[in-house]
């Protein structure tokens, strides 16, 4: 079975609206294979059945779980391990030079989804910070399912053998049943919470470093640029932008200016008078 034409428009119509996402022709079979246990959970035969009584008998609620089932990314842990690798050898060295009369960090990992990319940061903060250090990490998603199962913080075996280290997993968790969750000591530095990068953003304080990766992808050009200037508002003026392998600012905002850090490179605001610095005259 696959999708009808109008039911595919209805669904990329639905995910553009509510999530700026943008489904081009030849997604069928993957919005298919993604809907199937929604039409499965709410009862209904199949996808197409799930569609055509969506469509007849609007449901904020399914429309909902459409969303949450095709805005979940691939994650695993230390994704890509590079920007990691940047932290402990670039960024977290100069920021605790720039940051030793307030020693607290604020971290952003941006498009979240279940967790992992929030509690990787929040072991390479706790492995590399000195003595002393405070740090806060905030995670947000546009999945409501996906928000609840980071706040829980308990994942399955082959979730954790995907990219975390043994040591890492004996150290920093504990069995619950068949699962391994987030010890305490981690958790409570870690918060997530639902929101949307393509709506205005919430009032929050500044972040030290921000994670926006592998999410700028799905977006138009107009809409990477928002969501780009947005997140530069809560850059710190000597902060760092992390994006994807396959992103850039180049092109979309000139505000930024690309550098490198270690193998990799990162993102900071052009210009930018470091964080402490004094002024002249």
Do not use: C
């Not at 609007?58 to 095709?70: F, S, T, Y």
């Not at 977290?92 to 030793?100: C, G, I, N, T, Y």
């Not at 990787?120 to 409501?144: F, K, R």
């Amino acid at each position: 079975m696959t999708l009808s034409q109008s039911d595919f428009a209805f669904v990329s119509n639905l995910v553009r609206r509510e999530a700026s996402i943008v489904l081009a022709p030849g997604k069928e079979y993957l919005v298919e294979a993604r809907l199937i246990p929604v039409a499965r959970a709410v009862g209904a035969p199949n996808v197409n059945e799930f569609l055509a009584d969506l469509q007849r008998r609007p449901n904020p609620q399914h429309q909902r779980k459409i969303i949450d089932a095709l805005t979940t990314n691939e994650t695993s842990w230390f994704r890509d391990r590079e920007p990691y690798t940047a932290l402990t050898d670039v960024v977290l060295p100069e920021l605790v030079k720039s940051r030793s009369a307030a020693r607290k960090l604020r971290f952003w990992s941006a498009a979240s989804s279940s967790g992992q990319e929030a509690y990787s940061m929040a072991i390479t903060l706790q492995e590399t910070l000195p003595a002393g250090w405070a740090y806060e990490i905030l995670g947000t998603d546009i999945s409501t399912a996906m928000i609840e199962r980071a706040e829980k913080g308990e994942f399955s075996q082959v979730e954790v053998n995907r990219g975390l280290p043994a040591t890492q997993l004996v150290q920093y968790f504990e069995r619950s049943g068949a699962h391994w969750r987030v010890i305490q000591q981690l958790r409570r530095n870690v918060s997530f919470k639902h929101m949307s990068l393509t709506a205005p953003f919430p009032p929050m304080q500044p972040f030290d470093v921000i994670f926006l990766r592998n999410v700028l992808i799905y977006f138009d050009v107009a809409t990477k640029r928002q969501v780009l200037q947005n997140a530069a508002k809560l850059l710190r003026p000597d902060g760092w932008l992390f994006l994807g392998a396959a992103e850039t600012t180049i092109g979309i905002d000139d505000n930024y200016e690309r550098v490198a850090a270690g193998r990799t490179s990162a993102y900071r605001i052009r210009n930018a008078v470091p964080v402490g610095a004094g002024r002249r005259g």
